[in-house]
């Protein structure tokens, strides 16, 4: 509606139905994003790795050890649930 009153005061022809679904889909999922990364922002790092950890140990993927590095970096070597339980 507000979207519609500013149209209608700047003397603009309004947008149809589907563009108007698609401004404010657009506007929802930016909001949503914005909203996501300042949660995760707040969340420190090692907490970060000890869910990452987790949830690969849930999906039998492995385990990134070192902190800091990336999964998939070439310095950063990759540790199996069981091989980590044997150290």
């Known amino acids: 509606?507000?979207?519609l009153n500013h149209v209608?005061?700047?003397q603009i022809e309004p947008p149809s139905?589907?563009?108007?679904?698609?401004?404010?889909?657009?506007?929802?999922?930016?909001?949503?994003?914005t909203l996501t990364l300042q949660i995760a922002s707040r969340i420190p790092a090692e907490v970060i790795e000890r869910m990452l950890a987790l949830i690969a140990r849930r999906a039998g993927q492995p385990?990134?050890?070192e902190p800091g590095?990336?999964?998939?970096?070439?310095?950063?070597?990759a540790v199996t649930v069981s091989d980590r339980r044997s150290r």
Not at 19 to 32: K, P, T, Y
Not at 69 to 77: I, L, M, V, Y
């Open 1 to 3: 509606m507000v979207l």
């Open 8 to 10: 209608k005061e700047e």
């Open 17 to 33: 139905k589907l563009r108007l679904l698609r401004i404010v889909g657009l506007g929802l999922d930016q909001a949503e994003k």
């Open 63 to 65: 385990v990134w050890i």
């Open 69 to 77: 590095r990336p999964p998939g970096s070439k310095e950063t070597p």
